[in-house]
């Protein structure tokens, strides 16, 4: 069946803006169920850094329902934009840059895209970074002589930032070979996870001696304010975490049987299991301080302390193994799409892929989870803070603007009414600067860029909502400044041909 533009003789796929990984799914190809959606977020949701997440809060001082309702009232906000954006998707079976063509044009999508893009560059370069440290203490393991990793510099020691390249060209290697290949390894990941989970709480439990002391122990927080100056960050650091799927959701919904597939599926999956994994996280850290006189808040370095070589291989290969499994399935395939929206008739998957890769390295993972601090404060707020504006003005635009109906074949004409000006849409983009600038002056006091002495106390503590300020600003003017742009669309009537490939689900 040949795709044709609306208003236009021209088949879509001699658009600039078309590729096979960008073109809306046809109807009988969405195959996803409820089950689908809830199986994802468990696999995704069980990896290291949600375990690190959880425990670097009791580092910081939290007690254990503390951490555990920090992080679940997190998930519950994040769903929201979540199911709103996964709309769209699963309607009309786009992707998330195609997506963002109706509110920033045809071209203007490419910056949000980026956005989007460069903080997938750095996850897989902490989850990269994770698994080359777990190759490090498998060694260490076998030789004891080897000395624990120092990040204190600019770069850690020569043997870790060769498992690291090891690490980082193993997935390279993956990407070359397509994302076929990782399909057992996934398989691996939702088996071994669970399991290993389940044996880490069982041996704190044992070990401290059953769940008595561990929950006995105490918040740092001594009085109400003390507690919300970091509860506030925290759960904006909890929501950033997923930022960055909360806006390309429909990259995967775009699959879905039905809109209550993918809100089900998704409801199901995500709040639940962040919890319970962060709960083990917040356990086993607890124990850790029990055990060994202070927290361990990476579980990488807590195998480190086992003194039996066979247990801390097994659970070294299988972090090396299952990290390798995420990294790929959320960390290369989405920003390989934002990459194509570039220039989709020269970037695919491939090329897009090693991009990710090489970007990933730019940014020094090692330094970013070094410190709980800065992985909270630095790394999950700072970007929440520009994907929250982006987030807020796609909503705004699809929900109160378009009214959920979207004239898919004109998201790949920069002449049709998604073109705006040159194909970017100046009202979307000073929008988003707008709700990204009042997170600035925060962001660089906690980098100590600025003395936190030259800027006025309440302008730097927006950067601890950056997320919910960011989101709410963008939306709102975004709405303001297009009250009399755009008319509400009507529901568009495909042409004869197109009807099947482009029939909305319900």
């Known amino acids: 069946m040949q795709k044709t533009c609306l208003m236009s003789k021209m088949p879509m796929e001699t658009s600039s803006l078309y590729n096979e990984d960008l073109a809306p799914i046809p109807q009988e190809k969405r195959t996803w169920g409820t089950g689908n959606y809830a199986a994802l977020w468990i696999s995704m949701s069980l990896c290291i850094p949600t375990y690190t997440m959880a425990s670097s809060m009791i580092n910081q001082g939290m007690s254990w329902w503390q951490a555990i309702l920090t992080i679940f009232i997190g998930n519950a906000i994040v769903l929201v934009p979540m199911l709103l954006n996964g709309h769209a998707g699963a309607k009309y079976g ?86 076929e290949s990782i399909r057992k390894l996934l398989v691996f990941k939702a088996v071994f996870l669970p399991l290993a989970a389940i044996a880490l709480f069982a041996w704190a439990v044992t070990a401290a001696k059953g769940l008595g002391p561990i929950l006995a122990k105490p918040s740092a927080f001594t009085d109400s304010a003390s507690f919300f100056k970091f509860f506030f960050p925290a759960l904006t650091a909890v929501i950033g975490f997923w930022a960055t799927l909360s806006l390309n959701i429909p990259d995967f919904t775009r699959y879905a049987k039905s809109q209550r597939a993918q809100i089900r599926g998704q409801a199901i999956g995500l709040p639940p299991s962040m919890t319970l994994f962060a709960f083990v996280g917040v356990i086993v850290t607890s124990a850790s301080a029990i055990l060994y006189g202070q927290p361990e808040w990476d579980p990488v370095k807590l195998a480190g302390h086992f003194e039996n070589k066979l247990v801390v291989s097994f659970a070294m290969l299988g972090i090396v193994l299952s990290t390798l499994a995420t990294n790929i399935a959320a960390n290369i395939v989405s920003p390989a799409n934002d990459f194509a929206n570039l220039a989709p008739k020269k970037i695919n998957f491939r090329t897009g892929g090693f991009i990710t890769g090489i970007l990933g390295l730019c940014i020094f993972p090692w330094k970013l989870v070094a410190d709980p601090t800065g992985y909270i404060f630095t790394w999950l707020i700072g970007y929440s803070g520009l994907l929250g504006p982006v987030g807020g003005i796609m909503i705004a635009d699809y929900y109160f603007i378009r009214r959920q109906t979207l004239h898919v074949n004109e998201l790949y004409r920069h002449e049709g009414r998604y073109g705006y ?84 689900a319900h």
């Open 94 to 179: 786009i992707p998330f840059p195609v997506l963002a063509r109706a509110s920033f044009g045809t071209r203007g999508a490419n910056v949000p895209a980026l956005l989007r893009a460069v903080v997938a560059c750095g996850w897989f370069g902490i989850q990269t970074w994770i698994g080359g440290e777990s190759i490090y203490h498998l060694l260490r393991a076998w030789n004891p002589s080897l000395a624990a990793i120092d990040n204190s510099g600019l770069f850690p020691q020569t043997l870790p930032l060769l498992c690291f390249a090891a690490f980082w060209l193993l997935n390279m290697f993956v990407v070359y070979k397509g994302v």
């Open 421 to 504: 000006s040159d194909g970017f849409n100046a009202r979307a983009l000073m929008a988003l600067v707008l709700g990204i600038l009042p997170n600035i002056p925060g962001f660089l006091v906690t980098i100590h860029v600025v003395d936190a002495a030259r800027v006025t106390p309440w302008v730097a503590d927006l950067y601890h909502y950056a997320w919910f300020v960011g989101f709410l600003l963008s939306g709102i003017l975004y709405l303001l400044l297009m009250r009399r742009r755009v008319v509400p669309d009507r529901e568009p009537v495909p042409i004869p041909d197109e009807q099947t490939a482009y029939a909305p």
